[in-house]
T-cell receptor, first 116, second 114 residues
């Protein structure tokens, strides 16, 4: 089975440009998470969705960040305009939900963003 | 508010030694879940284990074992007879019942020296 698929794996852009990160969760999973990892702040939850509906976006740092999940198999995280402090690895994860399951989050390989 | 503390930033041990990674958590909820994830040099995060707050039995899986103690709010992870392939960053995480959101600790970078 395919795991969580993220694209691009690496993105280098200049300050002020728009960045769009993409995620395809595991088929059948109804939760999708966006995390950001930096050396300074570790792993931070940005937003998560349940059945395509945003449940908690309290971790989204600013209005420059937005996330959508138009259907069960696709999500985007957009940064506009990007700033150097947005440089990080962005992970997407999905889970099959329900405390009856293991609660395991399946992570993608991450998108490494560098904003110059 | 919930919090996970991994006080050990980096640990290095010689291959075949045992090593314990510490994890201390804070939560107001009485029902919660604790996790360990491994992040090898390749970067992906790999699930290792989940424990429920109402089950304090220790768990062993091969060379890995976990010690959960509610009295000290700790969920420590021991690797026995460490191997070079165990070199990675290990994260402890917490979620509350009914909430799928995971709060991660800052991670412990483990280096196994051949």
């Amino acid at each position: 089975d395919a795991g969580v698929i993220q694209s691009p794996r690496h993105e280098v852009t200049e300050m002020g440009q728009e960045v769009t990160l993409r995620c395809k969760p595991i088929s059948g999973h109804d939760y999708l998470f966006w995390y950001r990892q930096t050396m300074m702040r570790g792993l931070e939850l940005l937003i998560y969705f349940n059945n395509n509906v945003p449940i908690d976006d309290s971790g989204m740092p600013e209005d420059r960040f937005s996330a959508k999940m138009p259907n069960a198999s696709f999500s985007t995280l957009k940064i506009q305009p990007s700033e150097p402090r947005d440089s990080a690895v962005y992970f997407c994860a999905s889970s099959g939900a329900g405390m009856g399951n293991t609660g395991e989050l399946f992570f993608g390989e991450g998108s490494r963003l560098t904003v110059l | 508010a919930q919090k996970v503390t991994q006080a050990q930033t980096e640990i290095s041990v010689v291959e075949k030694e045992d090593v314990t990674l510490d994890c201390v958590y804070e939560t107001r909820d009485t029902t919660y879940y604790l996790f360990w994830y491994k992040q090898p040099p390749s970067g992906e995060l790999v699930f290792l284990i989940r424990r429920n707050s109402f089950d304090e039995q220790n768990e062993i899986s091969g060379r890995y074992s976990w010690n959960f103690q509610k009295s000290t709010s700790s969920f420590n992870f021991t690797i026995t007879a460490s191997q070079v392939v165990d070199s990675a960053v290990y994260f402890c995480a917490l979620s509350n019942f009914g909430n799928e959101k995971l709060t991660f600790g800052t991670g412990t970078r483990l280096t196994i020296i051949p």
